[in-house]
């Protein structure tokens, strides 16, 4: 990359461009939603099994599906903020790191309630596991660049790469800057330790304590996934008040990109009800039936004709 193609930084712009595609009001929106209906399900799942009562099969593939769901966006997003970190400004860069935060806190809440799921696959128990070490290193490095903007005072509408060159800086407080460093260090560290900590749950062949170890983790995630939640909407240009003057209100705009992510909320659930109904279970076929002929959510017989073949399942409301 030539100097050329690099930004200025020596001068910060008055104003900064909106970025809908991090920030937008449908973006923000899936990530929290998602967040929250999967801890919701978590603590449902956990608390049940606490209770001597066995959870529900189409309650656990919800809960993955949003766990997946979650993990993926979270990933895809922070991969989006490094591939623009010469032109993303700070106030967008913390914001995609609440949101990795969040979807961390999500994940690994799902993890305490399923991972008896996961230990059961040898393939899906690491798949999960490479998964949240993307995670937990794109994270890691969210917090590495968000710590160096604080402690050298990068003005707020200067791009991020600006950080580690000579630039602008910012006329914060002291205090408001000790504060910051503080409180970024400690949440590198608690990334850092939850990766760990998930790790050594997921591939512990036995439980010890699991009771304990399941609720207090779950509420230690549930209060992390609702900081970054509340932090997010207070910052933000679509609910609040943003950290950074920007030139533009696309953030508060919907989009087609904006309903997408909205959209894509209801599959988690599509998938759960085409379970509930058996239209997963696909019989085998067989070169001497016509496997269209063979129903996908009856097994009792009642559809049988006299020469053993199914007929149509009609719809009971509307025969």
Known sequence: ???SSLP???IAPETARSDAGVAGAGILLAFIITAGLALLLSSFIVFSEIRGRTSRNISRKILSGL?????VEGIGIQVVGLAKVNSMVPYHFFIIWMLS????ATNFAALMALVQDFK???VLRWLRQFAMFVNMVLTIVFG?????TNIQSLAPTLPMVCVWREHAKSSDGQGNKTLSVIGTIAVIAASAIIFALGTWYLHMKRQYWGKIVRCVSLLVLMAMAIGAAVRVIIISQAFGTPSVNLSDMGEKEWSFG?????LLLLLPFVSALEIFRGQMHVPESSPHDDSDQIPLTSSDGADL???NRYTYQSNPFFR
């Open 8 to 10: 200025r930084c020596e």
């Open 305 to 307: 004709k006299p020469d």
């Open 120 to 122: 059961r696959d040898w």
């Open 67 to 71: 766990s997946d769901q979650q993990l």
């Open 1 to 3: 990359m030539s100097n």
């Open 258 to 262: 904006q309903l997408l992510t909205m």
């Open 144 to 148: 590495i660049f968000v710590l160096e």
């Open 101 to 104: 935060l969040l979807s961390t």
